[in-house]
């Protein structure tokens, strides 16, 4: 081989491969980690939706024993026609659900505006008092708050869990209220007071408006919350004031009954129902 074609070797060897080549080989990389990457997500829907999946299917056993012994809607009519202690449980639970929510929604909107709009001595402390219930363990909240309605002498019943319910449900709306105020421009403020608008009419027509995502987003935290609560509420919890996680608590002492699954179906269907239809107003709030 003569000096030319070892120069020619050389810089031949020296050129980046052709474009071709070079996106094949990022197309073979990416679908490696590609497919370790799915593989992971799917393990993750699996563990995730496979319960539910097994709920469904023996909620139309025809035994209450894990063994299927054939298809029935029996549950279903004990569910709907002979089950009026639980029913009873699941409407406290959506009352005291939407209640606290609306409740800690209103106050933690307007404390939340208030300790951003305005700069007063205990701002700092009360913004860290107000986070104190989503760090300390439930037990202990409902220990204390147990405590406190009984020396108020309080009867344990509805109103306490209420109570309880707008106390853990606040610093959630609070929260994702200040988030949204942190991204506010308090120059449109200063725009609506110069163009005459009154304290009153600024808070409604500009800064809730502005606030709404952080506001929804708090209102329907605040209602997952409260629903599927269990601890707290066992200790504020009075005779015939059961919710649902109470009731079903008591249930199992006596064994699963396969009427909570055929529940917990209509729950589920019930929460698909009501995202599929709310979707496009959830977007338009998400957008804004």
């Known amino acids: 081989m003569n000096f030319k074609n070892i120069v020619r070797n050389m810089i031949t060897s020296l050129k980046p491969p052709p474009a071709g080549e070079a996106a094949r080989h990022a197309r ?90 305005y700069r007063f001595r205990l701002r700092s402390y009360i913004q860290t008092i107000s986070f104190l219930p989503m760090i300390l363990p439930e037990i202990i909240i409902g220990v204390s708050l147990s405590i406190f309605f009984t020396g108020l002498k309080m009867q344990l019943g509805l109103g306490t869990i209420l109570i309880a ?28 007071h110069d163009l005459g608008a009154s304290e009153f009419q600024t808070l409604i027509k500009v800064t809730v408006p502005v606030c709404m995502p ?35 608590y008591s249930a199992i002492r006596f064994g699963v009954s396969p009427v909570i699954n055929a529940l917990s179906v209509v729950m589920i269907l019930g929460t698909v129902l009501l995202t599929f239809l709310l979707r496009n107003f959830l977007k338009y709030i998400a957008a804004k």
């Not at 319910?165 to 421009?185: C, G, K, Q, T, W």
């Not at 509420?233 to 079903?248: D, H, M």
């Open 28 to 117: 073979r990389a990416y679908r490696q980690s590609f497919s370790f990457s799915q593989t992971i997500f799917i393990a993750t829907i699996v563990f995730l939706f496979l319960p539910l999946f097994v709920l469904i299917l023996y909620s139309f056993n025809s035994s209450k024993g894990m063994n299927w012994t054939g298809f029935s809607l029996v549950w279903y009519e004990q569910l709907f026609f002979h089950s009026k202690g639980l029913w009873n449980a699941f409407w406290h639970s959506i009352f005291i659900a939407i209640a606290s929510a609306v409740s800690a929604t209103i106050i933690g909107t307007l404390g939340a505006i208030g300790v951003n709009w």
């Open 165 to 192: 319910h707008i106390s853990f449900n606040l610093p959630f709306v609070f929260l994702m209220v200040m988030a949204r105020l942190d991204e506010f421009d308090f120059s449109v403020i200063e725009a609506a």
């Open 214 to 248: 952080g506001i929804v987003s708090g209102f329907l935290t605040a209602v997952t919350i409260s629903l599927e609560d269990f601890v707290i509420t066992y200790f504020v919890t009075g005779p015939g004031s059961s919710t649902l996680p109470i009731y079903i």
